[in-house]
T-cell receptor, first 109, second 115 residues
Framework: GQQVMQIPQYQHVQEGEDFTTYCNSS?????IQWYKQRPGGHPVFLIQ?????EVKKQKRLTFQFGEAKKNSSLHITATQTTDVGTYFC?????????FGSGTKLNVKP | EAEVAQSPRYKITEKSQAVAFWCDPI?????LYWYRQILGQGPELLVQ????????DSQLPKDRFSAERLKGVDSTLKIQPAELGDSAMYLC?????????????FGSGTRLTVV
């Protein structure tokens, strides 16, 4: 299936610093979803983006969909230790979602 | 809050043995997916069901893997024979409709170790 590329693979931040992960595709995306997976846990749905240039916010999390619908980003403001985990983007194709390789976030207190 | 149930939580099996995983999706969710997640990687789609029908199993290694959802509710994924490379987390997910517009709900998964 299709696959989006995520960068960076790992990110270590000090608590209170900001964090951003990027999801890139060589083709136009119809929609994209973001998930969070805590260590030892399962992916949990965060949000879906559909429209070009869309920006959605959930408390300290800001999600963006690129104007060309070929990239997306997740930005966390003032990270907390509870933000630790792996963040995945997932590309929607024919009623299925294909996951990227994820960005693993570690937050040092 | 409704959950996707999976069992067993952990499974250790010897290579060449058969192994099966069970999933019970959220009540009323017609669409069910099985994903495999190798440690350190993203989930990889294996098979998609809509009610009792397989919609897409193009990524399922059919020589050893099989999946069924006979009554359109719970589902079983089987591996026979298991190989060392099958060691992974097997995740089941469901959504109310195809396309997962409201996101998938994942179960806690079955961690398979093949020795």
């Amino acid at each position: 299936g299709q696959q989006v590329m995520q960068i960076p693979q790992y990110q270590h931040v000090q608590e209170g610093e900001d964090f951003t992960t990027y999801c890139n595709s060589s083709t136009t995306l119809s929609n994209i979803q973001w998930y969070k997976q805590r260590p030892g846990g399962h992916p949990v749905f965060l949000i879906q983006l559909v429209k070009s240039g869309e920006v959605k916010k959930q408390k300290r999390l800001t999600f963006q969909f690129g104007e060309a619908k070929k990239n997306s980003s997740l930005h966390i403001t003032a990270t907390q230790t509870t933000d630790v985990g792996t963040y995945f983007c997932a590309e929607g194709v024919s009623n299925k979602f294909y996951f990227g390789s994820g960005t693993k976030l570690n937050v040092k207190p | 809050e409704a959950e996707v149930a999976q069992s067993p939580r952990y499974k250790i099996t010897e290579k060449s043995q058969a192994v099966a995983f069970w999933c019970d999706p959220i009540s009323g969710h017609a669409t069910l997916y099985w994903y495999r997640q190798i440690l350190g990687q993203g989930p990889e789609l294996l098979v998609q069901f809509q009610d009792e029908s397989v919609v897409d199993d193009s990524q399922l290694p059919k020589d050893r893997f099989s999946a069924e959802r006979l009554k359109g509710v719970d589902s079983t994924l089987k591996i026979q024979p298991a190989e060392l490379g099958d060691s992974a987390m097997y995740l089941c997910a469901s959504s109310p409709q195809p396309g997962g517009f409201y996101g998938y709900t994942f179960g806690s998964g079955t961690r398979l170790t093949v020795v």
